[in-house]
């Protein structure tokens, strides 16, 4: 069965043009599936596999205390393989379709409030190479709603300073361009100019933010990153480099930006993956009524 596994991620990649963390993801869910229908089913051809085995698949999972998102998800991977498998003529059924998904519950995102922004952007406080480069990361994650992967995968060529923009590639492999306004404009002009060098040590870098030992920032360096400015700050939020990205749209629809730009800068194909943060701005303003008003 695994050699269908590295056709399916072939065919992903030709045909489809996913990202690289996409395809991990693909790749670690069917292969889980895969795992499975060898060692507990006896199966080593996809003409055996029924919806039984699918079912026993997804309890399995179940079992081991894997969240509804998550099944889910590996239900989405599983349906594409088979998909894949009828396409290519290697199966006459795609015994997942009729699968139903986990239920799931969709939890608003944490954002943080303007003022936890600010703390959070003036964690940085010294003018070292290290605190220079943070801020930097930091302003221009909030500027611009960019994905961290997105963020650590920006090179010098990305950016037009003058313009105040940078381009950048999200998900399937779309170049959009997004304003990245005056703060982390300067902010990123101060870090370039002043200790870029000192941070760059093998010299030549083509990205735009470097580790301390002289390599392309990592998201899990920027996640470490985020999480130490963050107590710093005092922030008692359990905060991710994507918290930054929900706090960008959800300020920008609160103070009236409409939806659709929003959905353009953030790179959703699908306006729905937007409309969420309409949600969060309806609970705030609940919040803040029943605070505030005489009768909330």
């Given at each position: 069965?695994?050699?269908?596994?590295?056709?399916?991620l072939?065919?992903?990649?030709?045909e489809k043009?996913?990202?690289?963390?996409t395809?991990?993801a693909?790749?670690h869910d069917?292969?889980?599936?895969?795992d499975?229908?060898?060692?507990r089913?006896?199966i080593?051809?996809?003409?055996?596999?029924?919806?039984?085995?699918v079912?026993g698949?997804?309890?399995l999972?179940?079992?081991?205390?894997l969240?509804?998102?998550?099944r889910?998800?590996?239900?989405?991977?599983v349906?594409?393989?088979?998909?894949?498998?009828?396409?290519?003529?290697?199966?006459?059924?795609?015994?997942?379709?009729?699968i139903?998904?986990?239920?799931t519950?969709?939890?608003?995102?944490?954002?943080?409030?303007?003022?936890?922004?600010?703390?959070?952007l003036s964690?940085?406080?010294?003018?070292?190479?290290l605190?220079?480069?943070?801020?930097?990361?930091?302003e221009?994650?909030?500027?611009?709603g960019?994905r961290?992967?997105?963020?650590?995968?920006?090179k010098l060529?990305?950016l037009?300073?003058?313009?105040?923009?940078?381009?950048t590639?999200g998900?399937?492999?779309?170049?959009?361009?997004?304003p990245?306004?005056?703060?982390a404009?300067?902010?990123?002009e101060?870090?370039?100019?002043?200790?870029?060098?000192?941070?760059?040590k093998?010299?030549?870098?083509?990205y735009l933010?470097?580790?301390?030992?002289?390599?392309?920032m990592?998201?899990?360096?920027?996640?470490?990153l985020?999480?130490?400015?963050?107590?710093e700050a005092g922030?008692v939020k359990?905060i991710?480099?994507h918290?930054?990205r929900?706090s960008f749209?959800?300020?920008?629809l609160?103070?009236g930006?409409?939806?659709r730009s929003?959905?353009?800068?953030?790179?959703h194909?699908d306006?729905?993956?937007t409309?969420?943060?309409t949600h969060?701005?309806?609970?705030?303003?609940k919040?803040?009524?029943?605070?505030?008003?005489?009768?909330g």
């Amino acid at each position: 069965m695994n050699q269908y596994l590295d056709l399916f991620l072939g065919y992903l990649t030709v045909e489809k043009g996913l990202s690289r963390n996409t395809l991990e993801a693909y790749s670690h869910d069917v292969g889980r599936y895969i795992d499975y229908l060898c060692t507990r089913c006896g199966i080593n051809e996809p003409s055996g596999i029924t919806p039984l085995q699918v079912s026993g698949f997804l309890a399995l999972l179940k079992s081991s205390g894997l969240a509804p998102p998550s099944r889910a998800r590996v239900l989405s991977s599983v349906r594409m393989f088979h998909k894949f498998l009828m396409i290519e003529g290697y199966a006459e059924v795609n015994p997942a379709s009729l699968i139903e998904a986990p239920k799931t519950l969709r939890l608003l995102p944490e954002v943080l409030s303007p003022a936890e922004v600010e703390a959070l952007l003036s964690a940085p406080k010294t003018e070292s190479a290290l605190d220079l480069r943070d801020r930097a990361m930091l302003e221009l994650l909030y500027a611009t709603g960019l994905r961290v992967s997105e963020l650590v995968s920006l090179k010098l060529q990305n950016l037009n300073l003058q313009a105040g923009y940078l381009m950048t590639m999200g998900k399937g492999n779309k170049e959009r361009v997004v304003p990245m306004g005056e703060s982390a404009r300067r902010s990123l002009e101060h870090y370039l100019l002043s200790c870029r060098a000192q941070v760059d040590k093998r010299s030549g870098s083509e990205y735009l933010f470097i580790s301390r030992l002289g390599d392309r920032m990592s998201r899990q360096a920027f996640w470490n990153l985020i999480k130490k400015r963050a107590l710093e700050a005092g922030i008692v939020k359990n905060i991710s480099p994507h918290t930054l990205r929900h706090s960008f749209a959800s300020h920008l629809l609160e103070n009236g930006a409409d939806l659709r730009s929003v959905q353009l800068m953030l790179g959703h194909a699908d306006l729905s993956s937007t409309q969420i943060y309409t949600h969060i701005t309806r609970e705030r303003l609940k919040r803040l009524h029943a605070e505030h008003h005489p009768r909330g």
